[in-house]
């Protein structure tokens, strides 16, 4: 009898041992191939780590490439959060940290939220500006290694280097070794993007390239815009749709000077409308966005609270300005001699940057007033250091303002009121302790949308301008496809 009952035992705990071993193996075989298969992937992970947590690997840690925040740094590879491939859905209806996230996409570029084709334009166009130059024949540099990309330079030539983030960021788009994208994703057809990507280095030919040299009878940055133009025109993507699904880079106000009429039809990516006319640059087909900041991000840990910030409001820069910024010189003589009031002159020069950094730091409002156009760098550096931005600018566009709502951790002071005598410090101490906190601690929550870094993060800087620029191509799309629903009867007519 005990035998019996010993060999039934016995045939269990075979018949149990291979009905795990079968449900570990069923249920690796599903995760393998859960891109094909009708179970969600974060189901099919969480069998394997209720039955097995062998099995369960989760995302290493990838290596990340960020400039640092002072020119004098080498570029290198940090240990930084990896590339996630995972994003979750943001809830619009909801003022969270996550403007940037979106819904899961892989390196399949017909699940990526945008594809987008770039030319192969010849390196004196993008990289070669930085001094590279490549082996014969070849376009673009080795991204994967920081030893073959070249440095951006550094001083104010840094504040309108997106040119050179966006399109790293597409290189690197098909590069196993940086995870799968959630955003752009670069396609190697035209036929099968949302949006062709013109790779100039429209900001630094300018600020480089502008003047004349020796015997130069045109500068080396309206040659480039020339050939540009001659190129773009010549390209059937181009002649398609007359330039409307193209995005062109032209942060610095004075970048594609000679261009841009010509290159007008296409979409911008710019600072602000203060150097275009209305018909050639609007909010209804251009994008905005930030510069890059040039003091360093504070981490939210070592941010200073409202006690700890002795200065009431700051502000450092230029003072005499053309055009929109003579408010500078008026409320320089109105707050010069203020208690617990910082304005002065500055600039990038000697200690200029270090200075701003721990005067920022130390602040509890800092003033982003109009210059020579609407907007400045200024702001975001206000934005990483977590001092509240006062925006006395009347004709500002803000970067990512459809996701973001700038007054939960900025204040908006119009340019009349700003030079009332009294008007503006009465402001700024009516805001007490409880108020200011509030903007300031959802200033550390959205610091990360305005960081340029390589390889890109979710909801940084770069994923954020590709997230702005799929909402402007839908919108595109829509005009388009009403614009050609009598075309079939229009071409029937004209035969």
């Not at 045939?11 to 795990?20: A, G, K, Q, T």
């Not at 014969?136 to 040119?163: A, C």
């Not at 390209?235 to 062109?248: F, M, N, T």
């Amino acid at each position: 009898m005990s035998e019996k009952i010993m060999v039934h035992s016995r045939f269990i705990f075979c018949v149990m041992l291979i009905s795990m071993f079968l449900l570990v193996l069923s249920s690796l075989f599903l995760l393998q191939f859960s891109s094909h298969s009708l179970i969600p992937r974060s189901v099919l992970e969480l069998i394997l780590v209720n039955n097995s947590s062998l099995y369960f690997m989760p995302n290493l840690k990838r290596e990340q490439i960020i400039l640092p925040p002072y020119p004098s740094e080498d570029l290198k590879f940090q240990s930084q959060k990896t590339r996630e491939s995972d994003c979750k859905v943001s809830n619009s209806n909801q003022k969270i940290s996550h403007a940037g996230q979106q819904m899961n996409m892989v390196s399949n570029p017909t699940r990526a939220l945008l594809r987008v084709f770039m030319y192969d334009l010849p390196p004196e166009f993008h990289f070669g500006l930085l001094g590279w130059k490549g082996s014969m024949n070849q376009t673009w540099p080795e991204v994967d290694n920081p030893k073959h990309i070249p440095r951006y330079p550094g001083g104010l030539n840094l504040q309108h280097s997106l040119e050179y983030w966006l399109t790293l960021d597409l290189l690197s788009s098909n590069n196993a070794k940086f995870g799968e994208p959630c955003t752009a994703i670069r396609v190697q057809d035209s036929s099968q993007a949302d949006v062709i990507f013109v790779p100039f280095f429209s900001s630094l030919s300018y600020n480089r390239h502008s003047k004349l040299h020796g015997e130069e009878k045109v500068s080396v940055n309206k040659m480039l815009q020339d050939r540009l133009v001659q190129f773009l025109m010549g390209q059937k993507e181009w002649q398609r749709s007359g330039g409307k699904d193209h995005l062109i880079v032209a942060h610095h106000p004075n970048s594609l000077l000679d261009a841009r009429k010509k290159l007008g039809s296409a979409m911008l990516v710019l600072a602000d409308f203060g150097r275009y006319p209305v018909e050639l640059a609007n909010i209804n087909k251009d994008i905005i966005a930030p510069y890059r900041h040039l003091v360093g991000t504070i981490p939210r840990a070592e941010s200073a609270s409202y006690e700890d910030r002795t200065t009431l409001v700051y502000f450092q820069g230029a003072i005499y300005r053309k055009d929109g910024g003579a408010i500078r010189q008026e409320l320089f003589y109105l707050l010069k001699d203020e208690k617990d009031v910082h304005f002065a002159f500055g600039s990038i020069g000697g200690n200029g940057i270090n200075q701003a950094s721990q005067g920022m730091a130390l602040s509890k409002f800092c003033l982003n007033i109009a210059g020579d156009t609407p907007s400045s760098n200024r702001l975001f550096d206000a934005i990483v250091s977590h001092c509240v931005p006062v925006i006395i600018s009347d004709e500002i566009e803000l970067p990512f303002e459809d996701v973001l709502d700038y007054s939960d951790f900025s204040l908006f002071v119009r340019a009349s009121d700003a030079i009332k005598k009294g008007y503006l410090l009465n402001l700024l101490r009516s805001i007490k302790r409880k108020e200011w906190t509030k903007m300031w601690e959802r200033l550390k929550e959205i610091t990360h949308h305005f960081e340029y870094q390589y390889p890109s993060q979710p909801g940084d800087a770069v994923n954020m301008i590709w997230q702005q620029v799929a909402r402007k191509m839908s919108s595109m799309r829509f005009n388009l496809h009403r614009k050609n629903r009598y075309r079939r009867s229009q071409l029937v007519k004209t035969n």
